[in-house]
T-cell receptor
């Protein structure tokens, strides 16, 4: 079975500091990996994705993520956090041969002024 | 929230009633999805459809039904058989599965509350 884990329910970081939101996955094939952000009472917004090639992918709002095949991880990062980054973040995986997206349980990020 | 609209934004239902949640997209996407979101549980797939007139059950399809008569529309009916329907419902779409790297686009969601 395919699964995505986000080990931290809550991450707190001071404004201006670097942030990391962790994601690991377990799949039976080559994955496509995604990060989404959700603001309160809103739908999810796409941030970035890994398909192939360079392990470091850059996305919207200054976010980036690093794909690590040996550790089966896809951590989301940002060099300098903003208060406006406070939101719920979801990691997702999809297989080439599958129809479904598999989501983690989400990590709530709070950036403290 | 891209080119996907969901209505209504808030919906209240009495026990024993069926309700239908609307989802429309103008992105010309082939695939559409319905998810349920509960606090601390992330997104759980209810149904998905890859093409018109075809759909598949997701992980929690019991008590729900869907139709896909038009490419643009994928309504979800929450039936009285759904034991705990109070939740936030999200509709999404993506381009054809042949491009499995295509991301999903989400609607703004409908919050359903059973009174």
């Amino acid at each position: 079975a395919q699964s995505v884990a986000q080990p931290e329910d809550q991450v707190n970081v001071a404004e201006g500091n670097p942030l990391t939101v962790k994601c690991t996955y377990s799949v039976s094939g080559n994955p496509y990996l995604f990060w989404y952000v959700q603001y309160p009472n809103r739908g999810l917004q796409f941030l970035l994705k890994y398909i192939t090639g360079d392990n470091l992918v850059k996305g919207s709002y200054g976010f980036e993520a690093e794909f690590n095949k040996s550790q089966t991880s896809f951590h989301l990062k940002k060099p300098s956090a903003l208060v406006s980054d406070s939101a719920l973040y979801f990691c997702a995986v999809r297989l080439l041969t599958g129809n479904q997206f598999y989501f983690g349980t989400g990590t709530s990020l709070t950036v403290i002024p | 929230d891209g080119g996907i609209t969901q209505s209504p934004k808030y919906l209240f239902r009495k026990e024993g009633q069926n309700v239908t949640l609307s989802c429309e997209q103008n992105l010309n996407h082939d695939a559409m999805y319905w998810y349920r979101q509960d606090p601390g549980q992330g997104l759980r797939l209810i149904y998905y459809s890859q093409i018109v007139n075809d759909f598949q059950k997701g992980d929690i399809a019991e008590g729900y039904s869907v139709s896909r008569e038009k490419k643009e529309s994928f309504p979800l009916t929450v039936t009285s058989a759904q034991k705990n329907p109070t939740a936030f419902y999200l509709c999404a779409s993506s381009r054809h599965r042949a491009g499995a790297y295509n991301e999903q686009f989400f609607g703004p969601g409908t919050r359903l509350t059973v009174l």
